[in-house]
């Protein structure tokens, strides 16, 4: 078995309409959990227990449907630490870096923001996983080995089940060996104690990601979220995520990353830098050598003498913006403060705001119910590698926390929300 990274979690529980329990949780320090040498990496009950979690860790909720009513106009929100990140489609910055889609409005709170139907052009760089792997936008090559074969958005393999209809008693094999069940693709047959609830109005198919089948070939991309492919930025190829969306722009399962990297990890969030470095950015200028290399020179630096800003919640909503709020009562600049590198690394240290507006978070869709967080400074650094090598034999689960860090330094979350179904007390349970 791999090594555990342990952190502590911050929670708030808040009963939401229509869905119970909501339990939003803070990021780990890191992102790399234990995984199985067999491929797998597992829940509480697989074989590599990592879910840290309430539940049963088998049945794992949705956070695209436990948590997309808090979200702010740019699919973000944060738990009680404050930690700024998005689960789903990143549209304000996708907007900012120009990916292919428009926005209708000039208001803060309804921006309107679409998806380009004509003069399609390939996705920028959006952010970079922990295991060095970079993650585009919806958009790539038509063939992921030709620069010279169009545009196209890319398609997910994933869709929701159509052998688990009415019950949920197997898990599909992509998460019976995420979760340490199984070493094969196969669906894997749980225990009766293993099993979620069954399929209602209540508990609907997508509720849970063990809900959605992976098929090889259905899409464009492989079980991670993922390809090797060209794109302008490695004309000579790479592994490269890409978030998924549908042709309305809505966002599509697995969303970012899948339960589990494509690559090595040795990237993660840290304290501090503890070998030589080479200074590329700072105090808001660039200080070193021009680089050629992506993960050096693709950071989000444009804005990084503006000042994050957000919308505060309150009822009726109002759309002024301020600088200071509960929680940051000084102004803090935006995106990415710093860039250096080693010889195996890019250090990138930010406070994880985004120079977009943020906010405002409410707990209902009629916004007559306040959302208690608000975002705050994280003074993070994290570590991405330079030279990301595919894993082989074991592949790290992407657990809660961020899996990487977005160009604007916010942090990158995978798909899951700590909830899972406990089946002692036949509902959701999160974290006690």
């Not at 292919?100 to 920028?124: D, F």
């Not at 159509?162 to 019950?167: G, I, K, S």
């Not at 492989?222 to 969306?245: E, L």
Request: net charge neutral; with cysteine; charged share 10%.
């Amino acid at each position: 078995m791999g090594r555990v990274l342990r952190c502590v979690l911050y929670s708030v529980m808040l009963i939401v309409a229509g869905m119970g329990s909501l339990m939003l949780m803070a990021g780990c320090g890191g992102a790399v959990a234990s995984s199985s040498s067999s491929g797998g990496s597992g829940g509480s009950g697989g074989s590599g227990s990592t879910w840290t979690g309430g539940g049963d860790g088998v049945w794992r909720r949705d956070a695209k449907y436990g948590e997309a009513v808090t979200f702010d106009a740019c699919n973000a929100h944060q738990p009680q630490s404050g930690e700024y990140h998005y689960h789903v489609n990143p549209v304000c910055l996708r907007y900012q870096l120009g990916d292919n889609i428009t926005r209708a409005s000039l208001s803060n709170l309804t921006p309107g923001y679409a998806e380009k139907t004509t003069g399609l052009v390939h996705s920028p760089i959006l952010g970079y996983a922990y295991d060095g792997y970079p993650v585009y936008g919806p958009y790539g090559y038509s063939t992921a080995t030709s620069a010279s074969s169009g545009v196209r958005r890319m398609v997910s393999s994933y869709a929701l089940r159509t052998d688990n209809t009415t019950t949920r008693t197997s898990l599909p094999g992509w998460a019976a060996v995420a979760q340490g069940f199984s070493t094969t693709m196969a669906t894997y047959s749980l225990t009766a104690t293993q099993y979620g609830p069954p399929v209602s109005s209540t508990y609907p198919l997508g509720r849970y990601i063990e809900d959605y089948q992976y098929t090889a070939g259905s899409g464009d991309l492989d079980q991670y979220n993922g390809r090797y492919c060209v794109t302008p930025d490695y004309p000579s190829g790479t592994y490269a995520y890409f978030v998924t969306i549908d042709s309305s722009g809505n966002a599509t399962f697995p969303y970012i990353l899948g339960l589990q990297y494509a690559g090595t990890v040795t990237g993660g969030n840290v304290t501090s830098i503890t070998e030589s470095t080479t200074s590329y950015f700072a105090n808001h200028l660039m200080v070193g050598s021009s680089s050629s290399v992506p993960a050096i020179k693709g950071w989000f630096t444009a804005n990084s003498s503006q000042y994050a800003q957000i919308i505060v919640p309150t009822v009726p909503v109002t759309s002024t913006l301020t600088t200071t709020w509960t929680g940051n009562t000084s102004p803090t600049y935006a995106d990415i403060q710093a860039v250096a590198y080693s010889a195996n690394y890019v250090y990138v240290s930010m406070a994880g705001l985004a120079s977009h507006v943020m906010g405002p978070w409410y707990l209902n869709s009629a916004q007559t119910q306040v959302f208690p967080n608000l975002p705050t400074n994280q003074n993070a650094i994290g570590k991405i590698p330079l030279t990301p090598t595919a894993a082989t034999t074991t592949h790290t689960q992407t657990t809660g926390g961020a899996q990487g860090r977005w160009v604007n330094g916010v942090s990158m979350f995978n798909m899951e929300d700590f909830f899972s179904w406990s089946y002692t007390s036949q509902a959701d349970v999160g974290p006690a």
